[in-house]
């Protein structure tokens, strides 16, 4: 409002130091006013702007929050894979000495039975139930 009376009072002064006529001060009155509109408009715009702007930095800080969740996110997933396999190398360790563990409990068990047979005078009979303990013996531990 200073303003507008500033310029009021400079087009006074202008109009009395210069001579201008009242038509003259009326078109200079009216495009002080459209100057004071336009002014307006881009101080509206410019409003609108510092909105729009707030509004994008608080998606832009909601993000920034999202990523930092996330990293968090793989860094645990990752300590987790790393457990994962350790655990693994564990198990698979445990494996092989669980199957040798079986392949010296099958032979073992082999040399019994071969032992058994070599020492026993019943003959074919004798043999055949050796085979037959040494098949389900060895589809045991397949299985």
């Given amino acids: 409002m200073k303003k507008f009376i500033m310029l009021i009072c400079t087009v ?3 109009s009395l130091t210069f001579g201008l006529s009242a038509s003259e001060l009326k078109d200079m009155q009216n495009e002080l006013t459209e100057k004071e509109k336009e002014i307006e408009e ?11 702007q707030e509004i994008v930095q608080g998606e832009i800080d909601d993000l920034d929050f999202k990523i930092i969740s996330i990293e968090e996110e793989i860094r645990d997933l990752e ?4 457990h994962k396999e350790e655990e693994i190398s564990i198990k ?13 409990h099958y032979e073992m068990t082999k040399q019994r039975m071969t032992a ?9 009979l004798c043999r055949l139930e050796v085979t037959k303990l040494l098949k389900k013996n060895k589809e045991k531990n397949n299985l």
């Fill in 12 to 14: 006074l002064v202008l």
């Fill in 42 to 52: 881009e101080n509206l715009k410019l409003e609108q702007n510092q909105a729009e």
């Fill in 79 to 82: 300590l987790q894979i790393e």
């Fill in 92 to 104: 698979e360790d445990e494996l092989e000495h669980a199957i040798q563990v079986k392949d010296e």
């Fill in 116 to 124: 058994m047979y070599k020492n026993n005078k019943k003959g074919c």
